[in-house]
């Protein structure tokens, strides 16, 4: 229980402290600037423009009249910082307008690609830290052969935004079961995949007493549900109002060159187990490509990248002596 109660701990922080940054970040970029600049005008309906458009003015008559000696002389005006006055009027414009924009907006694959990767990057960076206050330790668990990427989490964000999304206006006793679901499922397919294509394993919850499955726990289905629900309430409208539209040919570009190389990444990853599968039966290299990944993804190379996956053999059973919590 207080496993499952510091992983909670630890999502929660991880939202608000995001929260928080990308607030404080809007605020800092908005000084001296319209939010309509900051968060493009086709997303303002013309209530909240004109609101936008006083404190704009407002803020303007500010800059006109605040001036310092030091850069009278080169007739240059200070720009001043948003007033707490100011503040509040632009994020009470924004959450009204984030409701408006959400109640029309519609997933695309946009969304999708970001959050994907987004929570790919995330959802490692967590289970470093889970593992660093559990059992005092670190280890590499990236999921592909490049970049600090763990698939498994960008999945199971993607899953639960295709899902979720529907249910984000829910009861929380709605959108808790359906959150419970969805990560039993995530956790048993993915590991059932794993097992089935390439005789690996990368965890087990054998040997504890709430174990269901070897991939699924009582505990583990209690805490995806706890997710699901702080991520449908919380952590998806905020993230898909952030997103938007791209509005730019660098956003788009950008976004192509992202999928281009996870999309190479995923796949240099599955041949890679692929050749070590072949290695170990005996194969030998049968073209340009094999070679390749023979000589760059040997064994000691997944053995060093994938520190906590087990190819060939079974894990051996949890043992919560060795946890330090």
Not at 1 to 15: E, G, K, P, R, S
Not at 28 to 49: P, V
Not at 209 to 236: E, F, H, N, R
Not at 258 to 282: K, N, P
């Given at each position: 229980?207080?496993?499952?109660?510091?992983?909670?701990?630890?999502?929660?922080?991880?939202?608000?402290?995001?929260?928080?940054?990308?607030?404080?970040?809007?605020?800092?970029?908005?000084?001296?600037?319209?939010?309509?600049?900051?968060?493009?005008?086709?997303?303002?309906?013309?209530?909240i423009?004109?609101?936008?458009?006083?404190i704009?003015?407002e803020?303007?008559?500010?800059?006109?009249?605040?001036s310092?000696?030091?850069?009278?002389?080169?007739k240059?005006?200070?720009?001043?910082h948003?007033?707490?006055?100011?503040?509040?009027?632009?994020?009470?414009?924004?959450?009204?307008?984030?409701?408006?924009?959400?109640?029309?907006?519609?997933?695309?694959?946009?969304?999708?690609?970001?959050?994907?990767?987004?929570f790919?990057?995330?959802?490692?960076v967590?289970?470093?830290?889970?593992?660093?206050?559990?059992l005092?330790?670190?280890?590499?668990?990236?999921?592909?052969?490049?970049?600090?990427?763990?698939?498994?989490?960008?999945?199971?964000?993607?899953?639960?935004?295709?899902?979720?999304?529907?249910?984000?206006?829910?009861?929380?006793?709605?959108?808790l079961?359906?959150?419970?679901?969805?990560?039993?499922?995530?956790?048993?397919?993915?590991?059932?995949a794993?097992?089935?294509?390439?005789?690996?394993?990368?965890?087990?919850?054998?040997g504890?007493?709430?174990?269901?499955?070897q991939?699924?726990?009582?505990?583990?289905?209690?805490?995806?549900?706890?997710?699901?629900l702080?991520y449908?309430?919380?952590?998806?409208?905020?993230?898909?109002?952030?997103?938007?539209?791209?509005?730019?040919?660098?956003?788009?570009?950008?976004?192509?060159?992202?999928?281009?190389?996870?999309?190479?990444?995923?796949?240099?990853?599955?041949?890679?187990?692929?050749?070590l599968?072949?290695?170990?039966?005996?194969i030998?290299?049968?073209?340009?490509?094999?070679?390749?990944v023979?000589?760059?993804?040997?064994?000691q190379?997944?053995?060093?990248?994938?520190?906590?996956?087990?190819?060939?053999?079974?894990?051996?059973?949890?043992?919560?002596s060795?946890?330090?919590?």
């Amino acid at each position: 229980m207080a496993n499952t109660l510091l992983v909670v701990q630890l999502a929660v922080f991880l939202v608000l402290i995001t929260g928080w940054a990308m607030r404080s970040m809007s605020y800092r970029i908005a000084r001296g600037r319209s939010y309509r600049a900051l968060a493009g005008d086709e997303r303002f309906g013309d209530d909240i423009q004109s609101t936008l458009s006083a404190i704009e003015r407002e803020r303007l008559g500010a800059a006109v009249r605040v001036s310092d000696d030091a850069y009278e002389g080169l007739k240059v005006k200070r720009r001043p910082h948003l007033s707490r006055e100011q503040r509040r009027s632009i994020f009470q414009a924004e959450m009204k307008t984030r409701d408006e924009y959400l109640q029309t907006a519609s997933l695309g694959i946009f969304h999708y690609i970001i959050i994907f990767i987004a929570f790919s990057v995330i959802g490692l960076v967590a289970e470093e830290i889970w593992m660093w206050v559990s059992l005092g330790s670190t280890e590499s668990r990236v999921g592909v052969v490049w970049g600090p990427f763990s698939p498994l989490y960008g999945f199971g964000a993607l899953m639960f935004t295709i899902v979720l999304w529907n249910f984000r206006t829910c009861r929380w006793y709605e959108v808790l079961p359906v959150s419970m679901g969805l990560g039993a499922a995530l956790e048993q397919t993915t590991g059932m995949a794993m097992e089935y294509f390439w005789h690996a394993q990368s965890w087990t919850y054998i040997g504890l007493p709430d174990a269901i499955t070897q991939w699924v726990s009582w505990t583990t289905v209690c805490l995806w549900g706890v997710i699901g629900l702080v991520y449908s309430k919380l952590v998806m409208p905020e993230l898909v109002w952030r997103i938007g539209e791209p509005s730019s040919r660098m956003q788009t570009v950008l976004v192509g060159v992202l999928v281009a190389f996870m999309t190479l990444d995923l796949l240099m990853t599955a041949y890679s187990f692929y050749r070590l599968e072949q290695r170990s039966l005996g194969i030998p290299a049968q073209n340009p490509i094999d070679a390749y990944v023979d000589y760059h993804f040997n064994d000691q190379f997944i053995e060093d990248r994938f520190q906590n996956l087990v190819v060939g053999q079974q894990l051996d059973p949890n043992d919560r002596s060795q946890w330090r919590i």
